[in-house]
């Protein structure tokens, strides 16, 4: 398990971190709104070695980015009601590659995982978060 206590000043250390703890390469976000999932997710993509501009696909539930040597997918499935939907969109196939996963909203899609990363961000105050992060 590896557990951080982290302000804004430090995301791109806890990215760096995170990826050198990590064994799988599905990540299962769980915060509340606003506590940094999408701006983590950000700092995990460039120290990927992406440079692309990282938003949120909340509408488009699926955002793809390049680095030289790695594909990652982003995923938010807070509109997502129900477990079919996300067959609707194809979500097993992506299960199937060799990508990063990084997935916010995470509860309809964790049965279809048996190897992931849980990652738990909790708001301390207005500046600082504690992150836990767990295999399953």
């Given at each position: 398990m590896l557990e951080i206590e982290y302000t804004l000043k430090d995301i791109d250390h806890v990215a760096k971190q995170i990826l050198?703890?990590?064994?799988?390469?599905?990540?299962?976000?769980?915060a509340e709104m606003g506590a940094g999932k999408t701006t983590l997710i950000k700092a995990l993509v460039k120290?990927?070695?992406?440079?692309?501009?990282?938003?949120?696909?909340?509408?488009?539930?699926v955002n793809e980015y390049q680095s030289e040597t790695e594909t990652i997918y982003h995923f938010d499935l807070y509109r997502l009601e129900d477990?079919?939907?996300?067959?609707d969109f194809g979500f097993e196939d992506y299960l199937n590659t060799n990508a990063h996963l990084f997935?916010?909203?995470p509860?309809?899609?964790k049965s279809m995982f048996d190897n992931y990363h849980s990652i738990e961000i909790e708001l301390i105050?207005?500046?600082?978060r504690t992150l836990k992060?767990?295999?399953?």
């Open positions: 050198e703890h990590a064994t799988a390469k599905a990540f299962l976000f769980k120290a990927l070695g992406c440079n692309d501009t990282v938003n949120s696909p909340t509408f488009s539930l477990e079919s939907e996300l067959y997935i916010e909203w509860e309809l899609a105050n207005g500046t600082s992060m767990t295999k399953k």
